[in-house]
């Protein structure tokens, strides 16, 4: 998976029952999130730009409907003052070798499976925050959720080495590439994993 999205293994904490909004988490003044929810309609007109990101979103992977949960747990996130929805991210808390894939020791990461803005919302600032774009607050939403975690050390994902555009917006938000270097997943071009350790 591409990263305008993002994707690594699960361990099975993402088994998660999120079956109605319950209440919005403001974050910030100027991005929110909320659980996203299967019945959306917005999840129907998502469009990234990244075909297999839109297949993931808008066919609803991420929901187990025979056990009525999201797994991995898949957060929307919006604009508070006019309600749009800018994009979504699905994550879990897991163990990782840390602090590189080939490592014994592991460690509690928040994964970033799969997350994209729509189309529309790429390369756009926050309303009213100069310098600060919607997706570089999403990330700040996400880092704010893993270090709220007890025991988590960091944000970790894998992007196919190829997409340079996303390789180099992760690295500006202080991701780092794995050691190992490069691996191949699946048939298309290699993954690099990529994490963002916090200050002990």
């Not at 990244?50 to 991995?72: H, I, M, N, Q, T």
Request: glycine residues 10%.
């Amino acid at each position: 998976m591409d990263s305008a999205g993002a994707l690594a293994d699960g361990d099975g904490e993402g088994m998660v029952n999120r079956t109605s909004r319950e209440t919005t988490v403001p974050l910030t003044d100027h991005l929110d999130l909320r659980w996203a929810l299967p019945d959306d309609p917005d999840l129907d007109r998502f469009t990234s730009g990244v075909p297999e990101v839109d297949v993931f979103f808008r066919g609803r992977r991420w929901f187990l409907e025979e056990k009525g949960k999201a797994s991995p747990p898949t957060y929307q996130f919006f604009l508070p003052r006019s309600g749009e929805v800018v994009g979504y991210a699905s994550v879990s808390k897991r163990r990782c070798g840390h602090p590189t894939d080939d490592s014994n020791a592991k460690a509690r990461y928040l994964a970033i499976y799969v997350v994209s803005l729509h189309e529309r919302f790429q390369g756009v600032e926050l309303p009213g925050v100069v310098g600060t774009s919607i997706a570089a607050a999403l990330f700040a939403q996400l880092e704010q959720i893993a270090r709220t975690a007890p025991g988590c050390v960091g944000l970790y994902l894998w992007v196919r080495e190829d997409n340079a555009r996303a390789v180099a917006f992760y690295r500006k938000l202080g991701f780092v590439d794995d050691t190992g270097g490069p691996v191949r997943r699946d048939d298309g071009p290699a993954h690099l994993t990529m994490r963002k350790l916090f200050d002990a």
